[in-house]
C-alpha cells in the first residue's frame, strides 16, 4: 500500500500563486508514475499533470501548461504543484496520485492510489 497526503491548498486571487506538496509514504519502491487530479464540482475528475518517479518526464493538461509546474523530490518522497497565474476556472479539488503501471498518464483510472484531496479556489 501506499499512502498520499496532499497540502498547500487555500484561497488566492486571480494571478496569484500557490504550491501544492504530495507526501509519500509506505511501498513508495511499488511506484511508476504520480499525477495531479482536479475535480470541480458537478465535473468529472480531470487530469492536470503527472510526472514518472523514476525518469522525471512531466506531462501537462493543455489547459495549464506555462502555468503550472510538476516536479519530485525523490528523496523526500514528495511531488509537488507549483501554480502561477491562477484563474476562476482552476478553482476545485486536487488530488495527487500514484500508480504502479504505466500507459496513458492521463487516464484516471489507471491510477492505483489517491490522497483526500486539497481545496483550490480562486476568486476573480
Known amino acids: 500500500q501506499v499512502q498520499l497526503i496532499e497540502s498547500g491548498g487555500g484561497l488566492v486571487q486571480t494571478g496569484g500563486s500557490l504550491k501544492l506538496s504530495c507526501a509519500t509514504s509506505?511501498?513508495?519502491?511499488?511506484?511508476?508514475?504520480m499525477g495531479w487530479f482536479r475535480q470541480a464540482p458537478g465535473k468529472e475528475r480531470e487530469f492536470v499533470a503527472g510526472?514518472?518517479?523514476?525518469?522525471?518526464?512531466?506531462y501537462y493538461a493543455d489547459s495549464v501548461k506555462g502555468r503550472f509546474t510538476v516536479s519530485r523530490d525523490n528523496a523526500k518522497a514528495t511531488m509537488y504543484l507549483q501554480m502561477n497565474n491562477l484563474k476562476p476556472e482552476d478553482t476545485a479539488v486536487y488530488y495527487c496520485?500514484?500508480?504502479?503501471?504505466?500507459?496513458?498518464?492521463?487516464?484516471?483510472?489507471?491510477?492505483?492510489?489517491w490522497g483526500q484531496g486539497t481545496q483550490v479556489t480562486v476568486s476573480s
Open positions: 510526472i514518472n518517479w523514476h525518469v522525471g518526464s512531466k
Open positions: 509506505g511501498r513508495t519502491f511499488s511506484i511508476n508514475d
Open positions: 496520485a500514484a500508480r504502479r503501471t504505466g500507459g496513458e498518464i492521463a487516464n484516471v483510472r489507471s491510477y492505483d492510489y
